[in-house]
């Protein structure tokens, strides 16, 4: 934890190796485009910069998903650039590179990567590095975004975060007594802050969505706990902090990246839809909104400068915007669980959409189409609420035509081959919508029996899986139960094998993963 290039970051233990389809070039076009501004161009190759790419792999499921982009990942622990290396080397992906640089060394070099991007993102970084590394970050952004590039900034927000401050200070400081490597100093650091809420410290109870973290201490996969807690900068973030060191980089605060964002219904209760509406300054609206949801975490989208488009020019991209399908089954009478709480939507409406997109992609155009009287306002909304829900993600238009769908499908094997091998991934890269969606370990290692050449058959699958699982000591869980007893693990690894094949033949062909 104390080594000298560290700037107080956490660097013995390398963090988690997530897969965020937030990056995606289609989702941040979307959401430009609710948000009144032009999608991402397609005239030219688009420069992708990930700021603090940390394992690489979100960066290498841009690449692989979206092979026209030029993807590059900065980040200044050698162990994560490794590591993102070996990724995209071990699925060929050569349109994906990684520079170990400090921000402070990108900030002063523009020859390291490209001198100009489209779009950089920078996630989960923020709220975790020092006031002069932030500062570093958002003058990379000033020097490289070229106009009308959009930069996505996610952070932990003060008001949903703010009282882990002290227990995260308490928990840094138990670890450097500790003096062991940060994951397993962790782990006992964690037990014994636990024990002053159990023993009624005053401190305590702290508010909802922070106490909510503090229950699952114990339970958290260690190194990414390490990276959350125990650098010395761990800070969240207040939107306006943030949003006047843009402006003052000449980027402006476009929208979040959150599908429902451009829905205000659902970011407050009637009685404060008035106070929100009639309040004209965005640094202190979006403040009263982060304070209404307790919002825990913000994935802020900025443009450099914000455009003008005609009313023709808006009508135009909305009308392009499209969803494919993630295969997830519509429940009648289930809620959705949207920023302001549960909400029940129209069964009416929404079973027919999600039954079509078994079938076939949706633009907008034919949401609008649905009910007779419906404007495209109304059709943007319930295209947020489908993407929000899991139902649909945005559609990468073409994705058919270019190599995607091989660069995805080396990358999906690379990850089922490091799951054979004790990894942990979940997640399957989906050509169609440009990122990963969700996915499990049966899953994912049944569509790799099956390209592998074993044949479509439900009990040689299951047997396959079943002796993975005892090889690599491993249990399947089932409602986050781990399942010891192995006849009920049968059923339940059958079950999925079903499910997996029933959707390497459906959902899994219109994603472009099969
Ligand atoms: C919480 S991780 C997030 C990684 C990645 N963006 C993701 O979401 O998986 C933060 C990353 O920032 C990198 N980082 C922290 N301080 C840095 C600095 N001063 N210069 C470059 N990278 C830094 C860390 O090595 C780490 O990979």
């Not at 238009?397 to 995805?408: H, K, M």
Request: proline share 5%; with cysteine; hydrophobic share 45%.
């Amino acid at each position: 934890m104390t080594a000298d290039w560290s700037d107080g970051y956490v660097v013995d233990v390398p963090y988690i190796e997530p897969l965020t389809p937030e990056l995606c070039p289609a989702r941040l076009s979307m959401a430009a485009v609710l948000h009144n501004q032009p999608p991402i161009p397609d005239s030219h190759t688009i420069q992708w910069i990930d700021v603090g790419s940390g394992s690489g792999l979100s960066a290498c499921m841009v690449a692989a998903a979206n092979p026209r982009i030029s993807v590059w990942g900065f980040d200044f622990n050698p162990t994560h650039v490794e590591r993102a290396r070996e990724i995209a080397n071990g699925a060929a992906l050569d349109n994906c590179t990684f520079v170990e640089a400090s921000f402070a060394a990108v900030a002063s070099d523009r020859d390291l990567g490209p001198s100009d991007a489209d779009v950089i993102v920078v996630h989960g970084v923020h709220s975790w590095v020092s006031p002069v590394n932030q500062r570093q970050i958002t003058e990379i952004i000033r020097q490289r975004l070229r106009p009308g590039g959009l930069a996505y900034v996610m952070y932990e927000t003060a008001t949903g975060w703010s009282s882990m401050v002290p227990i995260a200070e308490a928990l840094r400081l138990h670890a450097i007594a500790d003096g062991r490597r940060s994951d397993h100093a962790f782990e006992e650091a964690a037990r014994d802050v636990l024990r002053l809420a159990e023993a009624r410290a005053r401190y305590f109870p702290i508010g909802d969505p922070e106490s909510l973290q503090f229950q699952l201490l114990t339970e958290r996969n260690s190194s990414y706990a390490a990276h959350e807690y125990l650098g010395s900068h761990f800070r969240p973030v207040m939107f306006d902090e943030l949003a006047t060191i843009m402006d003052s980089k000449a980027c402006v605060y476009a929208g979040s990246v959150d599908a429902s964002d451009h829905i205000a219904g659902v970011w407050s209760p009637p009685e404060l839809t008035d106070l929100l509406a009639h309040t004209t300054d965005l640094l202190l609206r979006q403040m009263l909104q982060d304070l209404v949801v307790q919002r825990q975490l913000r994935q802020d989208l900025y443009r450099r400068g914000l455009a003008a488009p005609t009313p023709d020019a808006q009508r135009k991209w909305m009308r392009h915007l499209a969803v494919v399908g993630l295969g997830k089954e519509y429940v009648d009478g289930s809620a959705l669980t949207l920023p302001i709480g549960q909400v029940r939507v129209d069964d009416e409406f929404y079973r027919p959409l999600v039954d079509r997109l078994t079938e076939t992609t949706l633009s907008l155009a034919d949401i609008e189409a649905e009910r007779s009287g419906m404007t495209l306002g109304d059709a943007a909304t319930a295209l947020g609420f489908l993407v929000e829900a899991g139902f649909a993600a945005p559609l990468v238009n073409g994705w058919e035509t270019g190599s995607a769908v091989s660069s995805a499908r080396r990358l999906n094997e690379l990850l089922i081959a490091e799951n054979l091998r004790g990894g942990d991934h979940r997640a399957l890269v989906a050509p169609a919508t440009g990122a990963a969606i969700e996915s499990e370990y049966v899953e994912m290692l049944t569509l790799g029996a099956l390209w592998s050449g074993t044949p479509d058959d439900v009990g040689a699958i299951t047997s396959h899986v079943l002796e993975q699982l005892t090889r690599q000591e491993r249990l399947v869980r089932e409602n986050g139960v781990l399942i010891e007893n192995v006849e009920e693990a049968r059923i339940v690894v059958e079950r999925r094998v079903r499910r997996a094949l029933d959707r390497a033949q459906g959902a899994f062909v219109q994603l472009g993963i099969c």
